[in-house]
Antibody, heavy 117, light 107 residues
Framework: EVQLLESGGGLVQPGGSLRLSCAASGFAFSSHAMSWVRQAPGKGLEWVSAISGSASSTYYADSVKGRFTISRDNFKNTLYLQMNTLRADDTAVYYC??????????WGQGTLVSVSS | DIQMTQSPSTLSASVGDRVIITCRAS??????LAWYQQKPGKAPKLLIYKASSLESGVPSRFSGSGSGTEFTLTISSLQPDDFATYYC?????????FGQGTNLEIK
């Protein structure tokens, strides 16, 4: 059974940084692309970033490009999202998801990031 | 970026009803479309991928159709567990984009 467990969320001031982690189990992690998707309070889903299984390719939404960095450690079966220069509109629940060539069959439970002074 | 537009935004229906949710893409995405169900406080759940392929474990009352720019999600006979928000998502290219969601509520 695929399990994804996010951690690292919390309250941070505008301009601050945070690193999210997503521990994966139950599937061949290094063979699968992974994505981060976020959901602002009361809003819809927004894809944030994706990374290939080998980490050779990364992709970002324009809204986070240059501020967020996706990475992975295939030895630790862990996905990361380094978030810098955080803004109030980055406040959201962040989900990691298994990415099967674009559709997302498995999701974590989410971790809440709040950006506020 | 490809824009995804769902209609309606809110749908009121009763148990046993047949409901249809529509998703339109701003350009052709062939069949690279997924549908998700989300309940309050929970992660989205994949229902349909490649426009019409039913994800394993999803009840057969859910079905998807369409190609190009117009797609539909049909629930053949609503069950109490189906009242939720539904999202479509295109994945022909990055950035992946989602529709704004359809809130399916009890009439």
């Amino acid at each position: 059974e695929v399990q994804l467990l996010e951690s690292g969320g919390g309250l941070v001031q505008p301009g601050g940084s945070l690193r999210l982690s997503c521990a994966a189990s139950g599937f061949a992690f290094s063979s699968h692309a992974m994505s981060w998707v976020r959901q602002a309070p009361g809003k819809g889903l927004e894809w944030v970033s994706a990374i290939s299984g080998s980490a050779s390719s990364t992709y970002y939404a324009d809204s986070v490009k240059g501020r967020f960095t996706i990475s992975r450690d295939n030895f630790k079966n862990t996905l990361y999202l380094q978030m810098n220069t955080l803004r109030a509109d980055d406040t959201a629940v962040y989900y990691c998801a298994e990415d099967l060539a674009g559709y997302l069959p498995s999701w974590g439970q989410g971790t809440l990031v709040s950006v506020s002074s | 970026d490809i824009q995804m537009t769902q209609s309606p935004s809110t749908l009121s229906a009763s148990v046993g009803d047949r409901v249809i949710i529509t998703c339109r893409a701003s350009q052709s995405i062939y069949s690279w479309l997924a549908w998700y169900q989300q309940k309050p406080g929970k992660a989205p759940k994949l229902l349909i991928y490649k426009a019409s392929s039913l994800e394993s474990g999803v009840p057969s009352r859910f079905s998807g159709s369409g190609s190009g720019t117009e797609f539909t999600l049909t629930i053949s006979s609503l069950q109490p567990d189906d009242f939720a928000t539904y999202y479509c998502q295109q994945y022909i290219n990055y950035p992946y984009t989602f529709g704004q969601g359809t809130n399916l509520e009890i009439k």
